[in-house]
């Protein structure tokens, strides 16, 4: 009778403690109660099917601060059974496997079962691979038309830990797609989307807040409204990179200029950022000095 006490007592503690520490690491968002199906999570709804969230994790500790992975699949079982699928933007790997959310993910006729996660991964405070937009918007689009019901859930990475300066995080990839995905797709103007999409995802601050990916969503504009979806990819060679405006004297810091690309990452259908050249004092001319 005792131990069975002792380990109620510990784990409503346990529970109470992750609660607490979930909502400070998530304070800037928006949490999501839900009463059917008894949890609260970082997350949010930008239309009554496409949803923006932070990562699910399995494994202790990072249960602790972020989204449980089977809280997340038992919320979208109770309120869009069978119609959910998921898209991980992270780049950097999960903390959870694909089958800590396979339910019964989305059924098509004839009870074929599809993915429940799709992978388009990059690096964290980076805009998507241009090469990505439409097969990750078109997946995304192609479910959501299935079904009237049909439901697509976006994450990426969230807090690596639980420090104050990352509690920001956890929006900016999925807040790029699920942003482009209205302009594209629901014919919203970027300004409008992105507005959106701070309203819906956060108490406090800006939403999509890094500028290139702000960058990134008025180029996916241009693209969806002015180039009719139309990307191929093409060669170009660069001859010079000019800079105005920076002061760097003798003896002074130095700022490192290089040229870096998109490979592909050691994660499935991720990419990785690749430094291709970084230039070295031989290859810098320093106009002020010239002129001098």
Not at 45 to 59: E, W
Not at 72 to 84: A, G, S
Not at 257 to 267: E, L, P, T, W
Not at 274 to 284: A, G, L, M, P, T
Request: proline residues 6%; contains cysteine.
């Amino acid at each position: 009778m005792i131990p069975r006490f002792i380990a109620s007592l510990f784990t409503h503690i346990y529970t109470f403690f992750a609660q607490m520490l979930r909502k400070l690491i998530s304070s800037p968002r928006n949490r999501h109660s839900d009463p059917l199906s008894s949890t609260s999570l970082d997350l949010a709804y930008l239309t009554p099917n496409l949803i923006v969230m932070s990562t699910p994790a399995s494994s202790f500790p990072k249960t602790l601060w972020r989204n449980p992975a089977e809280d997340v699949k038992k919320f979208l079982e109770v309120n869009h059974r069978d119609m959910w699928r998921v898209w991980s933007l992270r780049g950097e790997g999960s903390d959870y496997l694909d089958k800590d959310l396979d339910g019964k993910g989305m059924l098509l006729p004839g009870n074929t079962k599809v993915m429940v996660v799709e992978h388009f991964g990059w690096p964290d405070h980076h805009p998507p691979p241009f090469e990505y937009i439409q097969p990750l918007l078109d997946s995304i689009h192609s479910h959501l038309e299935s079904s009237e019901k049909a439901t697509a859930v976006l994450h990426c990475k969230g807090y690596s830990r639980p420090r104050l300066k990352l509690i920001l995080a956890g929006k900016g990839r999925s807040g790029t797609i699920a942003v482009s995905y209205l302009v594209t797709f629901e014919d919203w103007p970027s300004s409008k989307a992105l507005k959106h999409f701070t309203i819906q995802r956060m108490r406090f601050g800006e939403g999509v807040s890094i500028p290139s990916q702000r960058r990134w969503v008025r180029y996916v504009e241009l693209w969806a409204k002015k180039l009719g979806n139309q990307y191929s990819q093409g060669t170009v060679e660069i001859t010079k990179i000019q800079f105005w405006g920076m002061k760097i004297g003798d003896g002074g810091d130095k700022v490192e200029v290089g040229i870096a690309g998109f490979v592909d990452g050691q994660h499935p259908g991720a990419k990785t950022v690749n430094k291709v050249h970084v230039f070295q004092d031989s290859e810098v001319w320093n106009s002020s000095c010239a002129l001098n």
